[in-house]
């Protein structure tokens, strides 16, 4: 049977720690979807779709990632999906309880998915999508950050809402 994992997030925009953890998960599965959560409760930068455009874009080279979004439960899009692994990336200690605490819920609600944590590449470990965003509304680079065509996507964004 193929080993099938889920990688969700918000990717709002996706960041390089995000595209490590791509790497190294699509290496240790049969197929790796990258699913990008449909979250009205946070105001997002970018739009559903603009994300999955995005990530379609820099996963090109991956033959075994796969993009989609989801809205509602994450195991009921796992299940969907044939999935029987939810990645996520742990940061640092301030991810741990809620990252666990999702973890168990999720086990609970499907014992038949289980969740992989990945640690995060020390290049990454201080880097986040919030911090990309704060970085590039005033004004700065985030080259360092995120892959060139995000970059260039969120430069137009943020220039575009504020003019
Ligand atoms: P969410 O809103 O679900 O936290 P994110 O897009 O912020 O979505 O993150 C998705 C996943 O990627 C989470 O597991 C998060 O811990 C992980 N992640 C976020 N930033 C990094 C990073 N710099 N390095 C590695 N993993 C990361």
């Known amino acids: ?3 099938i994992a889920i990688y969700p997030g918000s990717f709002d925009p996706v960041t390089f720690g995000h595209l490590d953890i791509m790497q190294r998960a699509s290496q240790t599965v049969d197929e790796l979807v990258v699913a990008v959560l449909e979250n009205h409760a946070k105001i997002a930068l970018f739009s559903v779709e603009e994300r999955v455009k995005m990530l379609k874009i820099i996963t090109k080279d991956y033959p075994n990632v796969r993009v989609e979004s989801f809205h ?11 999935a029987g692994f939810i990645i996520r990336g742990l940061r ?21 998915v289980d969740t992989i944590f990945f640690a995060t ?9 919030t911090t990309v965003r704060e970085v ?3 004004g700065g680079d985030i080259t360092k950050f995120v ?13 575009d809402r504020y003019s």
Request: net charge negative.
């Open 1 to 3: 049977m193929s080993r």
């Open 72 to 82: 509602g439960l994450l195991v009921d899009f796992a299940r969907e999906q044939g």
């Open 92 to 112: 640092a200690i301030t991810d741990f309880d809620y990252e666990l605490q999702m973890a168990q819920t999720n086990r609970i609600m499907a014992p038949g």
């Open 121 to 129: 590449n020390l290049e990454y470990a201080y880097l986040s999508s």
């Open 136 to 138: 590039a509304s005033y």
């Open 147 to 159: 892959p060139e065509s995000v970059a260039r996507a969120v430069e137009e964004k943020i220039r």
